[in-house]
């Protein structure tokens, strides 16, 4: 349950609430699927500016920030929107668009009715989100992240350690000065030879490609608990730890269900679940196509899912689907594109949000396959097991 806090200092204040803070407060309305339907989801919906209404009144409920004489004229009107609570509720709206957190858009780019009105949320909302999921998940751990991606090996031409090594072909010309004179003072510079040259050896930080793999499946919201919301808030707090702290590396987002499709960062924080199926193989081979145009040290999948294969896209298009059991046929083809990724060195690890025997052992093979690793957790600290492994992960990875 999220925590409530109540903002005594606002209450019959509104007008004092600054976009930041009123975005703290709709965060979870904003990734979550409290603006779709979790039982007849519509992957292609897109939130509605009735809907942020709605959102921020909740949330101005929930905290007590609504003097009581507002509300009890707000629940004897006909229409609270015009009330005087939900005049300010409009006021704060139109001040998330005025400082750019929103974008008012209509369908087709028209004026349109105002109930056809929907938003975008823009690029200073999703760095605030990423930023925001990232302070929380990595507080939780009582310390930040590191700023590198250190490594076990040496190379030279990066950051100075101090040590010397001779010189060996392939080695960037970061030449100790002193101690290759010191090698030829006696034999004169005509007589100098390549094992004479020394070098400064320096930390190597390598640079990585990752993709995350989100399971939207109908799965990830059903039995009373939402699991889609939390993979999102991870997927924008690695998003910003990447922009922020790793600029070298870069991250791409997929989304599978019955197929796959790569979701830009700007769209992902409003992405619903749907459709219902499970097609691990189509998001791994769409994962693999992004990954072979990265010329990077290490390439990486970040898979976070509730549930066992149960799909797959045929040779002539068609999604062939079994829900029941793991099917052998998508749990070979599934396989394959494993073996395709280890072939092609890229390490899967899997973030399993359930424990069920079968998806245990299928999630072990996938990690042995691809010398990954496997992690069994919960929606509550998937986050913390996500970014600490990122950030660790290099080190183990690079030759």
Known sequence: MARITRYSKFEGELDQLDSSELMQMIQEALLGQGMNDPYDPDPN???????????????LAE????????????????????????????QLMDRLQQDGFIRKEFEGGGAGEPGDAKFQLTDKSIDFL??????????????SSAGAHDTREYASGVEMTGELKAYEFGDTMNLDTTATLGNVMGKGFENLEESDLVIRQAEYNSSAAT?????????????GEDRFTPAKQVALALAHLIRTQYPGDTVKFVLF????????????????????????????RLAQQLLKRENKDMKQIV????????????????IYKNAYGLDPYVLGATLREVASCRRSGIQVNTFM???????????????????????????????????????TNKTKLVN
Not at 45 to 59: K, N, Q, V, W
Not at 358 to 383: D, H
């Open 45 to 59: 919906a897109r939130p509605s500016m009735d809907d942020l209404f709605d959102a921020i009144l909740e949330a």
């Open 63 to 90: 905290r007590g920030m609504i003097p009581e004489d507002q509300l009890l004229e707000a629940m004897q009107a006909e229409d609270i929107r015009e009330t005087g609570l939900g005049q300010q509720i409009q």
């Open 130 to 143: 990423g930023y925001k999921s990232l302070r929380d998940l990595m507080g939780g751990l009582g310390r």
């Open 211 to 223: 993709v995350v793999l989100l399971d939207c499946s109908h799965s990830m919201i059903l039995y």
């Open 257 to 284: 269900h019955d197929s796959a499709e790569e979701v830009p960062v700007s769209k992902l924080a409003q992405a619903q679940i749907g459709p219902y199926h499970t097609n691990t193989a189509g998001g791994l």
């Open 303 to 318: 898979m976070i899912t509730d549930g066992k294969p149960s799909a797959l896209t045929l040779p002539d298009g068609r």
């Open 353 to 391: 949000l359930a424990r069920d025997p079968e998806l245990v052992g299928f999630v072990r093979r996938v990690s042995e396959m691809t010398r990954g690793k496997a992690y069994f957790t919960t929606p509550q600290n998937i986050g913390q097991y996500v970014l600490m492994d990122f950030v």
